[in-house]
């Protein structure tokens, strides 16, 4: 549950198109108890989900990597206790959307469903397309190209393409940005 001081802060964010979906994105119900093996890579998150992990945790462990956009360094996820997510409620649009990572493949975003993780195969009904719309909502406001640098410089080590169980386009056909 979000704790109350998080009403006003939601509001707050609003008008910056938070993507902020939890609850209806969480794969507890199909993990297989593995704790936390896709909590270990550089993970990406922009400011607004920085923000609202600290004033959570009051614990800030985010290196920043362009403007609007933070990581966690690899290894175990800082905000991972016990084996469990202690930001569950608030968790980045990258944890949200996992076991699919969003990759651009020839110039076109993708969401890749990555075989590392034990759930991939046993997604609940409507999880790819909840993925996917959440990945519209995310990328409707950033550049692809500008995730496309990121992974190159940071997740190229992260996941084995050969591993990769299914794809699915983000967009139907790419999508018109008013600047650019």
Same mark, same amino acid.
């Given at each position: 549950m979000i704790p109350?001081?998080?009403?006003?802060?939601?509001?707050?964010?609003?008008?910056r198109r938070v993507v902020f979906h939890p609850k209806e994105m969480s794969l507890i119900t199909v993990c297989t108890d593995c704790r936390g093996k896709c909590c270990i890579g550089r993970t990406m998150v922009a400011a607004e989900e920085r923000?609202?992990?600290?004033?959570?945790?009051?614990?800030?462990?985010?290196v920043p990597w362009a403007k609007g956009l933070f990581y966690l360094e690899r290894g175990p996820c800082p905000y991972l206790k016990n084996g469990l997510c202690s930001v569950q409620e608030i968790k980045p649009y !990258?944890?949200?959307?996992?076991? $699919?990572?969003p990759r651009v493949d020839e110039g076109e975003l993708w969401l890749f469903c990555v075989g590392?993780?034990?759930?991939?195969?046993?997604?609940?009904l409507g999880f790819t397309e909840k993925a996917r719309r959440l990945s519209q909502e995310f990328f409707g406001i950033r550049h692809p190209k500008d995730y496309a640098e990121y992974w190159n410089q940071n997740k190229g080590a992260d996941f084995d393409d050969a591993c990769? !169980?299914?794809?699915?386009?983000? $967009?139907d056909s790419k999508p018109e940005r008013a600047n650019g």
């Open positions: 109350k001081a998080f009403n006003e802060f939601d509001e707050a964010y609003t008008s923000d609202r992990i600290i004033a959570l945790t009051g614990q800030d462990y985010f !990258v944890c949200q959307i996992f076991p $699919f990572v590392e993780c034990d759930a991939a195969s046993r997604l609940p990769t !169980v299914f794809k699915v386009p983000v $967009f």
